[in-house]
């Protein structure tokens, strides 16, 4: 029953969407998602925003407008046989069926990488508030304070929410489908979006330069984003593909950027941070198939469109 979904994936991926359509495509919506970026300015002519909030809130636009158009752009392409909203969503894997397998699991997983950091924020609030009922007001306060600090502030809402939306909705929900009917390869597609994605991070180059005034640091800045963005497409993509939903990867995409890079190592922890770092990558790549498993996600796994690659990987 599973290698009888592979025919027609293939047989789509020949007589529909080719690979060229589907990588033009996906570079198309790539340059736009970062382009549009400047349009106010530069195509616009708009007056400079006057708060680094309105200038922010300018990009957020502009985001959500690309995102709207690259999700337009897959549904014309896509041989989608259906205009129903619950079929049109379920392409881009928004879905409220198995919703908490979605959001628990992958986290679950994706916290495993940052064990050395979690024990290492474990240890700052022990040594500075200890476990007494104050020391336990004294963080709920913090995190509280913490929270509306958040809530109120611009850039947060970019990193935590805008960003990892309308990323994950252009370069996970709407390229990985392309791709797949297509007929790329599964874990081609894992290792190929991530090129994508990492173009969204390429005008960052110009605002570091900017600000540090050289070339070489800028360049190395950008470097190393970009190889943490490649890797971290890969997973994310990884996630959407193996579950089928699209909150698999938008949730870990939150809490990757709230973590940031995860903690290898700590001299004040005499080694247990470190320890607990290479336990929790261990725990990872033990579980990172079996928390993803696509039955867990799925009511079934026959049947499937082309865009739906978990039913032919078990």
């Known amino acids: 029953m599973v290698m009888a979904d592979f025919g027609p ?104 990488m940052y064990s050395g950091s979690l024990v290492l924020n474990v240890l700052s609030l022990w040594s500075s508030n200890g476990i007494s009922s104050d020391g336990q007001d004294h963080i709920l306060s913090n995190f509280s304070d913490k929270m509306l600090q958040h809530i109120s502030n611009i850039s947060a809402w970019r990193n935590y929410i805008v960003a990892p939306l309308t990323e994950e909705l252009v370069y996970r929900a709407c390229m990985v489908p392309l791709l797949l009917c297509a007929g790329f390869g599964t874990y081609n597609v894992i290792f190929f979006c991530p090129i994508f994605f990492s173009l969204a991070h390429l005008n960052h180059f110009l605002e570091f330069y900017m600000q540090h005034q050289s070339l070489a640091r800028a360049f190395t800045i950008v470097g190393l984003q970009l190889c943490y963005t490649v890797v971290f497409g890969s997973y994310a993509s990884f996630l959407f593909i193996r579950t089928g939903h699209f909150i698999a990867p938008l949730i870990a995409h939150v809490f990757c950027n709230i973590m940031g890079l995860p903690t290898l190592y700590s001299r004040e922890s005499g080694g247990l941070v470190t320890v607990s770092f290479l336990m929790g990558m261990m725990g990872f790549i033990l579980l990172l198939f079996p928390l993803t498993y696509p039955g867990m996600y799925n009511n079934r796994t026959d049947s499937c469109s082309c865009w739906q690659r978990y039913c032919i990987w078990s």
């Open 9 to 112: 994936v293939m047989e789509l991926a020949e007589d529909g969407l080719s690979k060229l359509q589907s990588v033009m495509a996906c570079l198309a919506m790539a340059v736009f998602y970062v382009a549009i970026l400047y349009s106010p300015t530069l195509i616009l002519r708009l007056p400079p925003p006057s708060s680094f909030k309105s200038f922010m809130i300018r990009r957020f636009v502009c985001a959500f407008f690309s995102s709207l158009l690259s999700i337009i752009l897959c549904a014309s392409i896509l041989p989608i046989r259906s205009w129903k909203m619950s079929y049109l969503s379920s392409v881009y894997g928004i879905r409220l069926d198995h919703m908490w397998q979605a959001v628990v699991y992958p986290l679950s997983l994706t916290s495993l």
